[in-house]
């Protein structure tokens, strides 16, 4: 059974991402994508327990959008470039062929970071920091954990 508690920074998508980057961009936000897919125990555990933690609430509701792509799923996906494809090519596309992976996008939607696996609240706060306080551009994030893992 998956966990469906709310996630205050999912933002309900047709999966059309070059309009979700625009919104997101508008909003003042950044825009990451949740690579997920039936059945995942860590997709699972993110949504119970990370994303469930009120300091991650906070954080990423006023930074970020999420949108969700299913690995395995046929749905049409309009990538940043205005193309159709399927979320399973998309997955494919990026190289994702394992669940859960979170890709982190600038502005114009270059992939600032795919970041892999189940991640403690803790260092996803981090992960946001380094990507909202523009981090990425001086230091690669493994650096920027450790540096802040204090």
């Given at each position: 059974m998956a966990f469906t508690a709310p996630i205050p920074f999912l933002?309900?998508?047709?999966?059309?991402?070059?309009?979700?980057?625009?919104e997101s961009t508008k909003a003042g936000k950044y825009l990451f994508i949740m690579f997920h897919q039936e059945g995942c125990p860590f997709c699972d555990k993110m949504r119970r327990v990370t994303?469930?933690?009120?300091?991650?609430?906070?954080?990423?509701?006023?930074?970020f959008n999420m949108v969700e792509i299913d690995i395995r799923g046929s749905l049409e996906v309009v990538d940043?470039?205005?193309?159709?494809?399927?979320?399973?090519?998309?997955?494919?596309k990026h190289g994702v062929r394992l669940t859960p992976v979170f890709m982190f996008l600038d502005k114009n939607g270059n992939v600032i970071a795919?970041?892999?696996g189940y991640i403690e609240p803790r260092e996803f706060l981090l992960i946001g920091r380094w990507v909202v306080e523009e981090?990425?551009?001086r230091v690669n994030l493994v650096?920027?954990?450790r540096e802040n893992k204090k």
């Open positions: 933002k309900p998508s047709f999966l059309n991402l070059k309009e979700d980057l625009e994303f469930q933690d009120s300091q991650v609430q906070s954080y990423y509701t006023k930074h940043f470039d205005g193309k159709k494809t399927t979320e399973r090519q998309f997955a494919l795919k970041v892999p981090h990425y551009k650096n920027f954990l």
